[in-house]
């Protein structure tokens, strides 16, 4: 692991006279946490969000369907790095990553340009009904972010008399599932927060859809690698 780190840092130029930068990285926990880097060479940290101003570092965010969120402030030379699942999407990690580049570098938002990575799209990203209501409890504008999606279902398309009576009148079609499109769900937070949209760039490419050149932790059950979206100043 440490060694592909060295060669994919080399090859991003994050290295000087051909030794990498220090990578800062995460133990990530699904929260709204985000550190400040003061020094390079920190032990890994306890949380889902990294800033710093320190050139010649690198910080980095893994993720297997959850989102990398990455910020630059080129004006103040500022930069952040987040993970963004859906824990960290519903405490509004990158809103607050925002806010802390603002306390910390005076990163004002229109100087802020937002790069949101792969992850799982809305296309396979089905979620339950608490989840909807969590969302629903922290946006005015939850709703546009979900949507129904009739998903096949073998035993039942041939047998249909057996699921006539299989719920009360009222309570839904057992393969009518709900969709969350996480990657909206951030664009809509970084705009909140006064990013110009055309700042902001979300890439549409589905985790769980692409398994063969991408990690999925839902389309693998758990069986995966991670990916690492890394950025840094250079000196």
Known sequence: MERNRRQFLVAIDAAGKGKPWPLVALRQVHSDLIHVVRVAGQDPLAGDGLITNLPGIALGVQTADCLPVLLVDKKNKAIGAFHAGWRGTVKRIVEKGVGAMRHEYGSLPEDIHAVIGPGIQKCCYGVGEELQS??????????????????????????PMLFLNARAPGHGDLCIK??????????????????????????????????????????????????????????
């Not at 969590?134 to 398309?157: G, I, N």
């Not at 985790?207 to 693998?220: G, I, K, M, V």
């Open 134 to 159: 969590e969302f629903r409890s922290q946006f005015a504008y939850a709703d546009e972010l979900f949507h129904e999606v009739q998903e096949s279902d073998p035993v039942r398309e041939k047998y």
């Open 178 to 235: 709900i969709h969350l499109d996480l990657r909206e769900a951030n664009r809509r937070q970084l705009l909140a927060v006064g990013i110009p949209e055309k700042q902001i760039t979300a890439l549409e490419g589905c985790t769980a859809c692409n398994t063969r050149r991408l990690f999925s932790h839902r389309a693998e059950n758990g069986k995966t690698g991670r990916m690492m979206a890394v950025l840094g100043i250079k000196p």
